[in-house]
């Protein structure tokens, strides 16, 4: 349990440089157990999800070394095909290794997958895939177990467009038998990345970023050396804690091209946002104006960013409505927020948001990595200390969090137990 003591209001300005996407390095690094040989990645994030995820790959056998900001892994031996319970019920991405161990070994064994408790997250829509594409899974003692001599490219509609199931069919799809198309796919731009990764490893893969994804099956992928995409949900947070604390930040080292609809939204509510090839600023002064915000796959809000706006909303002018239509339990932190001095109440999967002059430091719980990370921002915003009780869920998903906040003027101290 760590304590972050917050001290408010404080306006962040100055300059942040954002890491590389969580969200893609690890899927890059399941896909990695593709190929026989190493693959180095570079601009990965110094975060516990990806420290977690490395111990995944070294219980599966791979060879896993940090330099820095570059990640080398080596599956030149096969790995081994089962994924435990003890490391995958801490980090629910270590489901993705489920597709590449069966399409390279043709078996797997994966414990069902843990991580955030922000609402059902199933994996139906991963296995249904796979079966089409000729695996057949069994379920006992918590485990999915799956066999495939080769899998062969199939035709696989998803129901929705998850991001998840999109990324192991991608995977799946580079070294099947024949060509698999994924239909109604997820449009992320970490599924691009992948994508780009999985060429450069030696796949056929067209249409990632639109709705129908084509994969040409190959023998196999060779090594390949990639640089993560820039995290826009971090880029995000930081763009809308300008935003709710009245400060000045500019950005460096992204693509705002992925965080269009965001940056829309904080001109909306009243900020000035400026954007250039590789970096964005963000200057506001005064409340913000009120708005009906909807959360939707991309590239719609996303929902990673739904409890910053809902800070930012809190202060705002006038009320508001936040719907969130991806993960039901969202809201879970909105008791929190109200600690604050919010006035915020759930209806359904409706917020409805009367924005107060300002918040108030008080002691609340931080229960997921965005929540915690929006409950920072709002002991930024608020009037007086706030302290987070986090059970590390922060430092799943920002790189030295407070050290870059304390570089835009923040007042953050830590404690530990």
Known sequence: MKTYVVQGPTP???????????????KLMAAALMV???????????????SLMCEVLERLGVEVAFEGSTLRIDATNEPKNEATYELVSKIRASIQVLGPLLARLGSARVSMPGGDAIGSRPIDLHLRGLERMGAEFSSEHGYVEGVAARLTGARVLLEFPSVGATETLLMAGTTA???????????EPEIQDLAQFLNEAGARVLGAGTNTITIEGVAKLHPARHVVLPDRIEAGTYAIGAAATGGDVTLRDIRPGDMELVLQKLEDSGAEVTRETDSVRIRATGRPAPMDLVTLPYPGFPTD???????????????????ENVFE???IFVDELNRMGAQVRVEGHHAVIKGVERLTGAPVRAPDIRAGAALMLGGLSAHGETRIHDE??????YEDFVAKLEGLGAVVSVTEG
């Open 36 to 50: 026989p040989g190493e693959v180095v990645l570079e601009r990965v994030p110094r975060i516990s999800d990806v």
């Open 12 to 26: 962040l300005k100055g300059d942040v440089p954002i890491s590389g996407a969580k969200n893609a390095t690890l």
């Open 329 to 331: 339990a969202r809201f």
């Open 305 to 323: 960013l739904q409890p910053p706006m809902m800070v930012l909303l809190a202060q705002a002018t006038g009320p508001s409505i936040l719907t």
């Open 392 to 397: 590390g869920h922060i430092e799943r998903g």
């Open 177 to 187: 038998e024949g060509t698999t198309t994924i239909d109604n796919a997820a449009r």
